[in-house]
């Protein structure tokens, strides 16, 4: 039976706003701007995918401590036109000079990737996922699309509270820089909430883009300024590296969860570890255990565990990870077989990866800097994108000439030489970026996303059994309380009771103080049946899901 959100409660339990329904268009992302940019482009007769570039370009200007041009970006889609499914991996490779025997030659023997700086980065990709996914599937131009982007990099935008907060936290490493210092602490310090803030430079950048479209950016004239400036910061990244991105149309990895289909993207995204971490809540009668109980955290803790350690095992590019490896990780038997490791009453001292022949690698990241946002229209085009330069302004690194600040992805490669994630030229690197769509009877049914590091795949299964285990409204499930394994030890939401803390230490888990770190919610919802589209907006960002 086909699924009627909203049909349940009358008052939110777990919210503090309504879904956002409408009929034509539904846009949510991380930032006011961005979705009123979006949703501009949706009234005036553009799809869902013009309306998500729109956005996602905006948001590289609005929220510049999460994404720019100088990060990455992943989506999935619908296309309402053919009824096919497509995923794009827009993320970016290491130099091709890049080797762990320079990296030592460079900085002497070190045991793990720099975290910052100019070796921290790899080659963007976010602008040439713009620029596909509308050469595939979108109405209208690049130069379109960039119109609200530019218009506020050259006039200014107030700097909303929350980046506001993020963009001080991170004033040691902008000034640590004096080209970033320029350009992103004016006065000295990092913009306060209300501040004006303008990028002329990127401006101008974003402007050329327009005008001559992606290979301005990686072959001419926006490419030699990044590679001079690369150069003088220290970067291996030359104009060959550049020139020679390519993003990738691949095939979505799927599983089923309540007679729905969930589909993430393959490596080098951590899509498997969110299907391993549904497969096994799934294995579990969720209901019985009652939501945010004890009992239920303790096997959502546990899964995650057991799915992080085969990350940490297995996930790397996508030509160092073995078909057969994924297909195996992503299905219901492994699932069921790795079920019976989990004691209901007591946390494992630790769990092995499967096949653990080769070394693993701690946890990819904390908490992470991204942003994600979904889009539909009522022409059966449904995307779910999200875009990151990992870290708060990523290697802290910005190009003088550009106005672009460049990511620090190249902070995840591991330095073990028989680790598939291990650092090498032209290779990609683990990635935490997971966009979602969900399918009910072979059509769309969910576009969804939490952003932030390793909260990411456990955050999609908690959403997803939110929606189909528990029976909340999109809001609400995005909105709930949240736990989360922060690779030593269990954090939990206020909103979770406090006992249930005092109950997971009498089953041997370590329970965090930390009261951040828990993600930022996006969805569209789309309810086939009444012909409705639901959006939901995380109140732990200053996103806004907004329709008509």
């Known amino acids: ?13 777990h919210a503090t706003r309504s879904t956002v329904m409408a009929s034509r268009g539904v846009i949510a992302t991380s930032q006011p701007l961005a979705s009123a940019a979006g949703l501009r482009v949706l009234m005036e007769g553009g799809n869902a995918v013009d309306a998500a570039v729109t956005a996602a370009a905006t948001l590289a200007v609005v929220e510049p401590t999460m994404t720019g041009l100088g990060g990455d970006l992943f989506a999935i889609l619908h296309n309402g036109r053919t009824g096919t499914i497509h995923a794009l991996n827009a993320s970016g490779r290491a130099p091709r000079g890049a080797s762990i025997e320079r990296l030592e030659a460079d900085l002497g023997p070190v045991g793990t990737m720099p975290s910052t700086g100019p070796l921290s980065i790899s080659v963007p990709g976010a602008v040439d996922g713009w620029a596909e996914l509308l050469k595939q599937h979108g109405t209208v131009s690049l130069a379109r699309a960039l119109e609200p982007a530019t218009a506020y990099a050259r006039e200014g935008y107030a700097v909303s509270e929350i980046v506001a907060h993020q963009w001080q936290t991170v004033e040691p490493l902008l000034a640590a820089e004096p080209q970033s210092a320029m350009l992103l602490l004016p006065n000295g310090r990092a913009p306060r909430a209300g501040d004006i803030f303008h990028n002329p430079l990127l401006a101008d950048t974003l402007d050329m883009l327009a005008r001559h479209g992606p290979n301005a950016f990686y072959r001419g004239q926006i490419a030699d300024a990044l590679t001079a400036d690369l150069h003088e910061a220290g970067s291996w990244i030359q104009g060959e590296d550049l020139a020679q991105h390519r993003s990738d149309w691949v095939d979505p990895i799927r599983t089923t969860f309540r007679g729905r289909e969930l589909l993430e993207l393959p490596p080098n995204t951590q899509g498997l570890t969110a299907i391993e971490i549904v497969n096994l809540m799934g294995c579990e009668d969720l209901e019985r255990l009652e939501h945010n109980t004890p009992a239920y955290v303790h096997h959502l803790v546990e899964s995650v565990r057991i799915a992080f350690a085969d990350r940490a095992a297995h996930l790397a590019d996508p030509v160092a990870v073995p078909p057969d490896i994924i297909e195996h990780l992503v299905s219901n038997g492994y699932a069921l077989a790795r079920r019976d490791e989990i004691d209901p009453d007591r946390a494992a001292p630790t769990y092995q ?29 449904v995307v779910s994108l999200i875009q990151s330069l990992f870290g708060a302004f990523g290697s802290g690194i910005v190009s003088p000439r550009t106005g672009i600040v460049l990511q620090n992805r190249a902070a995840l490669f591991a330095l073990d030489p028989t680790h598939p994630n291990c650092l090498d030229g032209d290779k990609r690197p683990l990635h935490t970026l997971i966009p979602a769509l969900v399918l009910e009877q072979d059509a769309p049914a969910l576009a969804f996303g939490v952003m932030g590091g390793d909260m990411q795949a456990q955050g999609h299964a908690q959403v997803l059994a939110n929606l189909f285990a528990f029976g909340m409204t999109l809001q609400e499930a995005g909105e709930a309380a949240r736990a989360r394994w922060t690779g030593t030890e269990v954090a939990l939401e206020s909103g979770i009771d406090k006992g249930v803390a005092a109950e997971l230490a009498t089953r041997g888990h370590r329970v965090s103080d930390e009261r951040d770190g828990f993600g930022g919610f996006q969805g569209v919802l789309i309810d086939r049946t009444r012909g409705i589209l639901h959006g939901g907006s995380d109140p732990r960002k200053d996103g806004l899901a907004i329709g008509w």
């Not at 039976?1 to 339990?13: I, N, S, Y």
């Not at 990241?365 to 979904?374: E, K």
């Open 353 to 381: 990866a499967w096949r653990a022949r080769r070394p693993t690698i701690a946890p990819a990241s904390g908490i992470g800097d991204t942003v994600y946002l979904a889009a539909a229209d009522d022409r059966g085009n």
């Open 1 to 13: 039976m086909t699924w009627q959100p909203g049909d349940r409660p009358l008052e939110p339990r």
